[in-house]
């Protein structure tokens, strides 16, 4: 199982981007998808997750509202929306899936927000 995460880069506070995570060996419909970040210095945290049973999102309380994770069953990708960004969301982010723990992870993206 490989997850390719992209899609991270430099944006100024208030704006957006899209993190892609292309995966293969594995269909994310059917697996927990999760995105997850480590800012410098602190531990890696939850940010978002979609359950294979019924697709529910889930979200960690800091993003609710500005992230929403999705995915394109067609080209087994996983995405995480990342809207009204803030300096406090700078981290590197990572893909993640499983079967009720994450047992497979991608290399990670990073997201620097600019004040």
């Known amino acids: 199982v490989q997850l390719q995460a992209c899609g991270g880069g430099l944006v100024q506070a208030g704006g957006s981007l899209r993190l892609s995570c292309a995966a293969s060996?594995?269909?994310?419909?059917?697996?927990?998808m999760g995105w997850f970040r480590q800012a410098p210095g602190k531990e890696r945290e939850f940010v978002a997750a979609?359950?294979?049973?019924?697709?529910?999102?889930y979200y960690a309380d800091s993003v609710k509202g500005r992230f929403t994770i999705s995915r394109d069953n067609a080209k087994n990708t996983v995405y995480l929306q990342m809207n009204s960004l803030k300096p406090e969301d700078t981290a590197v982010y990572y893909c993640?899936?499983?079967?009720?723990?994450?047992?497979?992870w991608g290399q990670g993206t990073l997201v620097t927000v600019s004040s």
């Open positions: 979609l359950n294979r049973r019924g697709g529910s999102a």
């Open positions: 993640a899936t499983g079967d009720g723990n994450y047992d497979y």
């Open positions: 060996g594995r269909t994310v419909s059917t697996y927990d």
